[in-house]
């Protein structure tokens, strides 16, 4: 029986420890523009994003609001064309999920790490996107 204990605690610690709870003023970070860097799949494959056109705009306001892609410009400014995807947050089962929607699709993704410089979600594939913030091009 001591054995077991000793074998199932270390396992629910882990476990625990590593359901991170993501609280309101984690969520205030999400706002801003987010660039993708790497996409980890399933089967441990990492894909590699080194040069990205287009990058996310997140806006949320009392978990909820919207993204949005947009093209960084020379000029430092984004275009972007009208088309948002309306974003809720919500907790399921102990997970920060956002829940997006479309005229044409519903899907939603977990919110797995979020920070002033980092962002990590996981889709229903199971596949983990990473993405920072974007380096804005030079005036030069």
Known sequence: MRKIFLTVLPALFLMISCNKTI????????????????????????????????????????NKGFRQKAMPQVNGEYLTNEVQESIEIVEIDGKTIMK??????????QLITISKDELVVQNEHDIKYYYKRPIPFSKK
């Not at 997006?100 to 993704?109: I, M, V």
Request: aromatic share 16%.
């Open 23 to 62: 609280s309101e003023s984690d969520i205030k970070q999400l706002n801003g523009y987010w660039e993708i860097e790497k996409a980890e799949m399933p089967d441990g494959e990492i894909k590699e994003y080194k040069i990205n056109t287009i990058v996310d705009y997140f806006e949320i306001e009392n």
């Open 100 to 109: 997006y929607h479309t005229d044409f699709a519903d899907w939603q993704e």
